[in-house]
């Protein structure tokens, strides 16, 4: 199946909305404002539509579709462990980091790859 480059742009961009979601599930951790500002159920339906979207998507490249999976299911567990308990202790927030690290660069460069495409559209 030949896609067109729009729809590619788009791909990039489920991609980056998907990172932020993530981002902002793991920033309720630690940020009172930022649990109170955005309701869990907005971030949740927002969330869950996005990865909807992109596992989707992903049906062509299973290896690509797990991968994503996999990193989605480990933050989100991460995010709702710390959650429920209240308190994160320091492994916790060390992992949390980390992966709010990883969530950063990505976000970076797919951003940076939508906003070429755009540009070239």
């Known amino acids: 199946m030949a896609i067109s480059s729009k729809d590619q742009t788009d791909i990039a961009a489920a991609l980056v909305r998907l990172y932020v979601f993530l981002t902002q599930h793991l ?9 109170k500002s955005y309701p869990d159920s907005e971030l ?15 049906s062509a490249n ?20 710390c959650l429920k308990s209240g308190v ?14 990883v969530l950063r660069h990505k976000t970076i460069a797919v951003s940076d790859l939508v906003a070429v495409f755009r540009a070239l559209e």
Do not use: F, N
């Open 27 to 35: 920033d309720r951790c630690s940020d009172d404002a930022a649990r």
């Open 62 to 81: 299973p290896v690509v579709k797990k991968k994503l999976a996999d990193e989605c299911d480990r933050i989100l567990t991460l995010g709702e462990k």
């Open 44 to 58: 949740q339906k927002h969330l869950d539509e996005t990865r909807r979207q992109l596992m989707e998507i992903l």
């Open 88 to 101: 994160a202790d320091t492994t916790t927030r060390e992992l949390i980091q980390a992966e709010r690290t």
